[in-house]
């Protein structure tokens, strides 16, 4: 069973950073692009940034881009996501999920809430 | 950057009403594209992939349509448990984006 796990959320002063994670079991990792996707309290989602499978490429949504970096760590079947500069703007719900978020795995996510 | 115009932004139904929701992608994605079912304080889930393709589970009223800058998903006799927000989102190429999302609503 393919399960995603995402943790490293709380409450951060703006202008402060945060990481989170995003555990991922049940598939073999390394062969599988992953994204963040993150959703504002009673908003759409939006799509944060994409890591490819071995880590080698990374794209940014322009809301993001400067600001945080995707990674992966394929000895520890984790995803990450830095953000700095945190904004009041980045105040979300934050899904790991597999692919280009095109796929039908999700994490629960994490809640990031960015306080001015 | 793709634009995804999803409409309507809301819309109300009743129990039994067949359903369209559109999204309109601002240039050509050919079939890279999925619906999700998102319901509130929940995870969005997978309807449909690649278009037209029923995510295994979900119930044979769904269904998705279109190619290249025209997609449809249809829900052909709405049920209870469909209301909810749908989101369309292309993944033809970055940035990756997302309609706006319907809200379906009980009449």
């Known amino acids: 069973e393919i399960q995603l796990l995402e943790s490293g959320g709380g409450l951060v002063q703006q202008g402060g950073s945060l990481r989170l994670s995003c555990a991922v079991s049940?598939?073999?990792?390394?062969?599988?692009?992953m994204s963040w996707v993150r959703q504002a309290p009673g908003k759409g989602l939006e799509w944060v940034a994409t890591?490819?499978?071995?880590?080698?490429?990374?794209y940014y949504a322009d809301s993001v881009k400067g600001r945080f970096t995707i990674s992966r760590d394929n000895s520890k079947n984790t995803l990450y996501l830095q953000m700095i500069t945190l904004r009041a703007e980045d105040t979300a719900m934050y899904y790991c999920?597999?692919?280009?978020?095109?796929?039908?795995?999700w994490g629960q996510g994490t809640l990031v809430t960015v306080s001015s | 950057d793709i634009q995804m115009t999803q409409s309507p932004s809301a819309m109300s139904a009743s129990v039994g009403d067949r359903v369209t929701i559109t999204c309109q992608a601002s240039?050509?994605?050919?079939?890279?594209l999925a619906w999700f079912q998102q319901k509130p304080g929940k995870v969005p889930k997978r309807l449909i992939y690649?278009?037209?393709t029923l995510q295994g589970g979900v119930p044979s009223r769904f269904s998705g349509s279109g190619s290249g800058t025209e997609f449809t998903l249809t829900i052909s006799s709405l049920q209870p448990e469909d209301f909810a927000t749908y989101h369309c989102?292309?993944?033809?190429?970055?940035?990756?984006?997302f309609g706006q999302g319907t809200r379906l609503e009980i009449k």
């Open positions: 999920a597999k692919d280009r978020a095109d796929s039908d795995f």
């Open positions: 049940g598939l073999t990792f390394a062969n599988f692009a």
């Open positions: 890591v490819t499978g071995s880590g080698s490429a990374t």
């Open positions: 240039q050509d994605i050919s079939n890279n």
């Open positions: 690649g278009a037209s």
């Open positions: 989102l292309q993944h033809n190429s970055f940035p990756i984006t």
